[in-house]
C-alpha cells in the first residue's frame, strides 16, 4: 500500500487509466502569487473553465449512470469511490450514493460509516457543499476527499484552525463550528462523525433531521483527521469567485470572471466573510 493510503493508491491507478482513454479530464493550473493572500494558495485556471464551473440551466446527472471508468471501487451496495472528472488535484476522489439522494437533504448515518471506512484506509481532507448556494455543481449525493499523505499538512488554514481549537486565535467573523476528532477508525469514528455533524449543524440554526427534510440554509462541511468544521452559508458567488467548502479550507481558484484586484486589495478572509453568514 502507498503512503496515500489504499484508497489513495487506487484513485491515482484508475487515474493514469481514465486519462490515457479520456474519461479524466485535469484541469492546468498555476500557483499565483498575490499580496495579502498567505496563508491561502491561489490557483489560476488555465485550462478551459469545466461544465460545473459554469453558470448554465440544468444538467443531466453524471452519476446517474456513473461513468465506469472512472470508478474506483464500490462499497458495498449504498455508495462508491468515483474520480472527479474535472480535477486540479491528481486522485479527488467523490463518495457517491449508488442510488438518489439528494444533496441539499441532511447526511445519513450511511454516508458517516462509509465515510468513516475510506478515512480509515486513506487519510485526506474531507468536503461537502450542501447545496449550489454552498458551492454544489451537482444535485445527487457526493461528498469528496483530496488524499493526504500522513505527514502533508491537509490544508492552508490547518494551523490557523487548530491555534482556535487551542483558544490561541480569534474566531473568524462569521458563522461556523469546529470541534476535534478523538475516535479511533471504524464504528466509533462513524458514530463521532455524524454526532459532531449534528451537534454544530443544530448550533449554527440549521435544523435538525426529525424536524425538516432539509437544512434550513446552505452550508459546508470540511473534516479533517484532527478536526470537523461546519460553515453556514449566504451565497456561492462573490468577486467574480465560486466558493466552495475549500474556500473555507485556504483554497480558492481564479477564473476568467474573478476579480484578482479585489481580491489583491481585500483579502481571502473579506471574500469568506462576504459569502458566508456573519455572525
Known amino acids: 500500500m502507498g503512503v496515500l493510503g489504499r484508497y ?5 491507478r484508475c487515474s493514469d487509466v481514465a486519462e490515457a482513454n479520456g474519461a479524466l479530464v485535469p484541469l492546468d493550473t498555476a500557483v499565483e502569487g498575490l499580496a495579502r493572500c498567505e496563508p491561502f494558495v491561489i490557483r489560476r485556471l488555465e485550462s478551459a473553465t469545466p461544465k460545473h464551473l459554469r453558470r448554465e440551466g440544468p444538467k443531466p446527472n453524471p452519476f446517474l449512470p456513473w461513468d465506469q471508468r472512472l470508478e474506483v471501487e464500490r462499497l458495498g451496495s449504498s455508495h462508491l469511490l468515483l474520480l472527479n472528472k474535472f480535477p486540479v488535484q491528481r486522485g479527488h476522489l467523490l463518495l457517491i450514493t449508488q442510488q438518489w439522494r439528494p444533496q441539499a437533504g441532511w447526511l445519513e448515518p450511511a454516508d458517516w460509516m462509509q465515510l468513516a471506512a475510506v478515512d480509515a484506509c486513506t487519510s485526506g481532507l474531507w468536503f461537502f457543499n450542501s447545496c449550489p448556494e454552498a458551492g454544489a455543481s451537482q444535485p445527487h449525493r457526493h461528498l469528496q476527499l483530496l488524499p493526504r499523505e500522513p505527514s502533508e499538512v491537509c490544508c492552508p488554514l490547518d494551523s490557523a484552525i487548530r491555534a482556535q481549537l487551542a483558544g490561541l486565535e480569534d474566531p ?11 475516535a479511533p477508525a471504524g464504528a466509533e469514528a462513524a458514530v463521532e462523525l455524524e454526532r459532531l455533524y449534528l451537534e454544530q449543524t443544530e448550533s449554527l440554526g440549521l435544523g435538525q433531521p426529525s424536524m425538516s427534510e ?3 440554509a446552505p452550508y459546508n462541511v470540511l473534516i479533517s483527521p484532527d478536526w470537523f468544521m461546519t460553515v453556514a452559508r449566504t451565497r456561492e458567488h462573490a468577486a467574480g469567485f465560486s466558493v466552495n467548502a475549500l474556500g473555507f479550507a485556504g483554497y480558492l481558484l481564479l477564473t ?3 476579480d ?4 489583491e486589495r481585500h483579502g481571502p478572509l ?3 466573510r462576504t459569502v458566508a453568514q456573519p455572525r
Open 260 to 263: 484578482r484586484d479585489w481580491l
Open 8 to 12: 489513495g493508491t487506487a484513485a491515482l
Open 256 to 258: 476568467n470572471g474573478s
Open 214 to 216: 432539509h437544512p434550513g
Open 270 to 272: 473579506e471574500l469568506l
Open 172 to 182: 473568524w467573523p462569521w458563522r461556523y463550528r469546529v470541534s476535534h476528532r478523538t
